[in-house]
């Protein structure tokens, strides 16, 4: 027997950009499948005439009510609005907050939007992101060493969005795909710095995808191989051949959101760069074993 699904009303309420609400209010939801929330986000609420519009949209279509407000007074009053209309409201960073002070020992500074400063962290993002965005689907394959990660993979595996979402957490990523009959850039050879990974998926999940791309571009005379089941199982067992011999690590991506994978290559990352930086240490601590044979003193 089909259930049918529930509806709800959930209000956002943020002095900043409300990211910490939706991502903290969709893994709640993403808990409940015979449940859709209807999502109300209100950003940069900072004055009671912003907040005016907040408490009117309340009141229309009452629901669940998360908030971040640093403002005592502006908070203050929506939830005495909550608690008028009996609805359940959180202030989502309140538990958190507690749970430092009480460890630290210190207040906190009330500064709205905090995250979002303009610091070193925030231009290496930027940075990262500029880069990834250069060096998307095996541009400028000359300048590869200069990459934190890169991506390989045969086509609709996410190398993109997932090296979008790496250049977001302050990685340089680049990827290069994976042309069948065709052999891979010859900068992939010689790359010493970045970690290279392998994404694959199973054919039926990458044919379903081209199938569905084209489609959505009405492609006309295109190769039909490229949404061939067969053709598509080969293009897989090359990327794990190639892989396999060049020790990539390789990772399905099949079931995975584009928030699994790029974790996963984080910790590869991670790992990644320990090796290197004690490979450089052992290095540094090599005795010199040039000829001083040739050395006289008088």
């Not at 231009?123 to 300048?143: C, S, V, W």
Request: aromatic letters at 6%; glycine letters at 4%; hydrophobic letters at 35%.
């Amino acid at each position: 027997m089909n259930k049918s699904r529930h509806y709800f009303h959930l209000h956002l309420v943020s002095d900043s950009t409300g990211e910490t609400l939706m991502t903290v209010a969709r893994a709640a939801t993403a808990q409940y499948e015979m449940v859709q929330e209807i999502e109300h986000v209100y950003p940069l609420v900072r004055t009671q005439k912003q907040l005016d519009r907040v408490v009117s949209e309340i009141e229309a279509a009452p629901g669940i009510v998360l908030y971040t407000l640093v403002d005592r007074d502006i908070s203050e009053r929506l939830e005495r609005t909550c608690q008028d209309l009996g609805i359940p409201y959180v202030n989502i960073l309140d538990p958190v907050f507690a749970v430092f002070q009480s460890y630290l020992n210190v207040t906190k500074t009330h500064r709205i939007g905090g995250q979002h400063d303009l610091d070193a962290e925030y231009f290496k993002r930027i940075e990262a992101l500029n880069y990834t965005m250069m060096h998307d689907d095996g541009q400028i394959p000359d300048d590869l060493n200069t990459a934190d990660i890169v991506l390989v993979g045969v086509s609709r595996t996410s190398k993109t969005p997932t090296c979008i979402y790496l250049a977001n957490r302050g990685m340089k990523a680049a990827n290069v795909p994976l042309v069948p009959d065709l052999p891979i850039p010859h900068q992939l050879n010689n790359l010493t710095r970045p970690l290279v990974v392998g994404l694959i998926a199973s054919a039926e999940r990458i044919q379903q995808i081209r199938q569905n791309r084209v489609l959505s571009l009405n492609s006309e005379g295109y190769n039909d191989t490229y949404v061939n089941r067969q053709e598509i199982a080969r293009e897989i067992n090359m990327s794990r051949r190639l892989c396999s011999e060049r020790g990539w690590p390789l990772i399905d991506v099949t079931r995975r959101s584009i928030e699994e994978t790029a974790a996963e290559i984080m910790d590869l990352y991670r790992k990644h760069r320990a090796q290197q930086m004690d490979r450089s240490s052992q290095e540094a601590t090599l005795p010199d074993t040039t000829d001083h044979q040739g050395d006289t003193h008088q």
